[in-house]
Nanobody, 123 residues
């Protein structure tokens, strides 16, 4: 099993920044990739960013490229999502997820989930 606990959400004005954290524990094999997803009310959940825990390769959705950065602290089993230049359309519940699959941009492969943290961006 894998346990994922997110933190760092909140409310911010457009143009502002937030950093999300996800503390991961449990079976490391099932954490070959760690990722961030989001789901806005009435919309499908979408993959935002992913990172290979072994190679640190990163992957981003087109909607966040250049604004969001995913990174990891392997010593503390923590993955971060630095979000800059936030827009109202970034408002969503953000979830940390993991998969044992090695292709981190295959969003459908993620099958372990945290409880989520809310991000609200006001205009």
């Amino acid at each position: 099993q894998v346990q994922l606990v997110e933190s760092g959400g909140g409310s911010v004005q457009a143009g502002g920044s937030l950093r999300l954290s996800c503390a991961a524990s449990g079976d490391s094999v099932r954490r070959n990739c760690l990722g961030w997803f989001r789901q806005a009310p009435g919309k499908r959940r979408e993959g935002v960013a992913g990172i290979s825990t072994g190679a640190s390769s990163t992957y981003y959705a087109d909607s966040v490229k250049g604004r969001f950065t995913i990174s990891q602290d392997n010593a503390n089993n923590t993955v971060y999502l630095q979000m800059n230049s936030l827009k109202p359309e970034d408002t969503a519940m953000y979830y940390c997820a993991s998969t044992r699959f090695r292709f981190c941009e295959t969003w459908s492969a993620y099958n372990y989930w945290g409880q989520g943290t809310q991000v609200t961006v006001s205009s």
